[in-house]
């Protein structure tokens, strides 16, 4: 993650991620600060390079460009980018999350049990579960999500 956090300004250049991030937090009524400047061209970073990262190191990566930032308001920052749709929250094994600036199209994640890797899959249940699902349940359902997990190539030795 460190690589791609480095070179957040020249990737905010050239991805609109960082842009549509920080016109979001206006639209919310949120100041156009450092801090958020800083979150959302780390973001775009971590979105061109398909990263995904958990908070607590996204904070760490950038008190190295700003020693005062707070942890609280990245945390925040995170929570209403997830709220608003633009990040995707994945459960991990150990109870905590990891994060992803994914596409708005519809797609589900797989992650790996032992490194945390996480990748998108466009991979879905056909429509007849869900059907299936309803009408054993009497419910109408509204979404859903896929929760994919295992072990990746590299854990299990592969190349």
């Known amino acids: 993650m460190r690589h791609s956090i480095k070179h957040a300004e020249e990737a905010s250049q050239t991805a609109v991620s960082a842009d549509t991030i920080l016109l979001l937090f206006d639209d919310l009524g949120m100041r156009n600060t450092r801090p958020r400047r800083l979150i959302a061209e780390g973001l775009a ?3 061109s390079s398909g990263t995904d990262f958990a908070v607590h190191d996204l904070w760490r990566e950038l008190l ?5 930032i707070g942890r ?8 209403v980018l997830v709220e608003q749709g633009v990040l995707d929250r994945i459960p991990i094994s150990s109870g905590t999350h990891r994060y992803r600036l994914c596409g708005a199209t519809h797609h589900h994640h797989v992650r790996c049990n032992r490194c945390e ?7 879905c249940l056909p429509p007849e579960v869900f059907a299936a699902v309803a009408t054993a349940t009497n419910f ?3 979404g859903h999500s896929l ?4 072990r990746c190539g590299m854990c299990r030795g592969e190349r």
Do not use: C, K, W
Not at 72 to 79: G, K, S
Not at 147 to 150: K, T
């Open 64 to 68: 190295e460009f700003d020693p005062s």
């Open 117 to 123: 890797r996480v990748v998108e899959v466009d991979a």
């Open 147 to 150: 929760e994919l997990f295992g």
């Open 72 to 79: 609280a308001t990245v945390y925040r920052a995170v929570d």
């Open 140 to 142: 109408t359902i509204d």
């Open 45 to 47: 970073a971590l979105a």
